[in-house]
């Protein structure tokens, strides 16, 4: 039996994880939030259980809401204890979140797995990688954020399996869009990204010339782009697909874009490499050093390029046409992006997480 926790960022390389278990006839509990969003998510990629507990962060808290956080964290500690008691798994996977932090306390005596999706770990991995028996890491370069080498294993980035299955015919037929103009992908998550909403919507009327975009605006900012569409002129909605959010459709999006304008969450670790999709990296001021860290890595690599958000008004367009007028210098782009490709990340893990079961079952 295992018990999953992940949270935030954190979901979609769980997904991908218990994705490879699901051969083997295990028994999946997932511990998340109670936000709604996870559990969605949650349930429509796989057939699991799914129970909630209390959590909050602690990092960056102020003294006002310090107080009702950690009674929330309190209370998460216990609601772990119940369903470790009536669940009572063989091992337990973390893949980060402050939700994790309850749930690794009061598991101290179970076999955990713990999974580092950014460059550096959060400080909610740093607390239960403590407690871990492997830790498992998307670069070698995280290797230094821990003491315990001996738990480390680089099995890089786990992604989906669709990530890997789909065709690029078939990802255009999705979006209705041609193969004979570069396609650019624009999205900041579900929520979106103001500033890189503002830049694209700015750049618009120019870049439908000589090439064609798809748009994943977030929900916040959804009227706004939506309007903004409606009194395009008919010729530049021939080459701009903007939309909210999409979700069994993302891989799609990836596959069919030639380059994406992005943030530097933990995902483009993944996702991108194994698509080869050549990134403009946008990292979110306010998680800066995670995401700076994240776009460093694929930069360094020639991967990728970094924007900083306060100027990205000034600088997005000349950078689009860059690349997308120069098909040579993004193919380089893409061959540098696939060489940092793990596909067998996931079916790693997933092996990991299975000889902690075993040693568990044989008394080691």
């Known amino acids: 039996m ?18 490879a278990l699901n051969q083997n006839e295990i028994e999946v509990l997932w511990v998340g939030s109670q936000n709604g969003l996870d559990a969605n998510l949650v349930r429509n990629a796989l057939p699991v259980a799914y129970r909630e507990i209390p959590a909050a962060g602690l990092h960056g808290v ?32 973390f893949t980060g979140g402050y939700l994790a932090v309850p749930m690794a306390i009061a598991a101290r005596s179970y076999p955990k797995v713990v999974f580092v999706p950014d460059v550096e770990p959060g400080l909610a991995l740093k607390v239960i990688s403590k407690f871990a028996s492997k830790i498992a890491l998307s670069i070698p370069a995280s290797k230094q954020y821990f003491s315990d080498q001996r738990k480390i294993v680089v099995t890089g980035y786990p992604t989906r399996a669709r990530f890997a299955n ?50 994943i605006s977030g929900e916040l900012d959804w009227p706004m782009v939506s309007s903004y569409y409606e009194g395009l002129a008919p010729s530049a909605r021939q080459n701009y697909y903007p939309y909210p959010y999409l979700h069994e459709n993302m891989p799609h999006a990836m596959c069919a874009a030639d380059l994406v304008v992005s943030r530097a969450g933990a995902s483009t670790m993944g996702e991108y490499p194994m698509l080869g999709l050549p990134a403009i990296l946008v990292p979110y001021p306010h998680a800066w050093k995670y995401q700076k860290q994240n776009a460093d890595y694929m930069v360094e690599h020639g991967a990728a390029v970094l924007l900083q958000d ?11 046409k860059d690349f997308l007028l120069n098909p040579d210098k993004l193919a380089q782009m893409k061959i540098n992006m696939l060489s940092l490709a793990h596909p067998q990340a996931a079916a790693d893990i997933a092996r990991l997480i299975l000889d902690c079961k075993k040693e568990k079952e044989s008394g080691k």
């Open 62 to 93: 102020g003294i006002r809401d310090l107080p009702r956080n950690i009674f929330r964290l309190i209370k998460g500690f216990i609601a772990s204890r119940e369903i470790l008691k009536s669940f009572r798994p063989d091992v337990i996977f």
């Open 2 to 19: 295992i018990c999953a926790g992940g949270t935030g960022g954190g979901i979609y390389p769980a997904i991908a994880v218990l994705e």
């Open 166 to 215: 789909i065709e690029i015919e078939e990802a255009l037929r999705v979006f209705r869009i041609s193969s004979q103009r570069p396609t650019l992908l624009v999205f900041g998550g579900s929520r979106g990204a103001r500033s890189i909403n503002h830049a694209l919507l700015a750049i618009i009327p120019e870049l439908v010339n000589f090439a064609q975009i798809i748009h």
């Open 310 to 320: 306060d100027s990205l008004t000034e600088t997005l367009l000349e950078t689009l």
